[in-house]
């Protein structure tokens, strides 16, 4: 765990929730789904692909993320000239409430949530996170979405959302998340007071776009001194 300066004591911590709180699978379900059209040799790079198409998919107009997952799935089958089923992309959107935490988050947020107001901030339907927030083993202040935002991170409007919600500004703020794309690279614009990377393997680190980094939420309540 890298630490940049002393101890911040925030007023709120954000979350980002899929992928750095929830264990994310939906590359794994696309490994499953494109198993008959796609070759074993080509998977890495199919995941790879789908990946950016997601994330290109929520950069315009907020729409519902059903029509998000079911264009990236269709842009990723055009790519690689095979099949594009809509069940695909449906059979996902419909997983998404059951995936359960990485194992080191619910005993790492416990130690921290009633003494910090926790807060999640995800690319996600009403419909859907709370779900996966019950899984999550920890309370949280406040549970905000895109579909209450009407934009998707990384776009500033989606955080503005949640700063005019709580009545706070960045800088009094912590904001943790394993993306830099979607999270931190928007919370370094804004200005965060603390931007935590948990580094789940997923996305490489940047210094520039983050004040620590820990392996794990276990190693969280040591960053703000508990």
């Known amino acids: 765990m890298s630490n940049a300066g002393p101890t911040f004591t925030p007023k709120y911590i954000s979350f980002d929730c899929y992928g750095t709180l929830t264990r994310f699978r939906m590359s794994e379900m696309a490994r499953d789904f494109f198993a008959d059209r796609i070759p074993a040799e080509a998977m890495d790079a199919m995941c790879r692909d789908f990946s950016a198409y997601r994330f290109d ?6 729409k519902p993320y059903r029509e998000v997952i079911r264009g990236a799935v269709r842009r990723t089958a055009k790519k690689y000239g095979v099949e594009y089923r809509e069940e695909d992309a449906d059979s996902i959107y419909a997983t998404v409430p059951t995936w359960g935490p990485h194992p080191d988050v619910p005993g ?27 899984l999550l083993g920890a309370t949280f202040h406040r549970v905000y979405t895109a579909e209450s935002a009407q934009a998707y991170k990384p776009r500033m409007q989606a955080f503005e959302y949640m700063f005019d919600q709580l009545g706070c500004g960045p800088e009094d703020m912590m904001h943790v998340s394993s993306s830099f794309r979607y999270d931190q690279n928007t919370a370094t614009d804004l200005g965060f007071g603390c931007r935590v990377f948990v580094g789940r393997g997923h996305e490489p680190s940047n210094a520039n776009y983050r004040d620590i980094e820990i392996p794990h939420i276990g190693c969280l309540p040591a960053v703000v001194g508990l």
């Open 108 to 134: 790492g947020l416990s130690k921290i949530c009633d003494k910090i107001p926790l807060v999640i901030l995800s690319n996600a339907m009403n419909d859907q996170i709370h779900h996966n927030v019950a």
């Open 57 to 62: 998919e929520v950069l315009g107009d907020w």
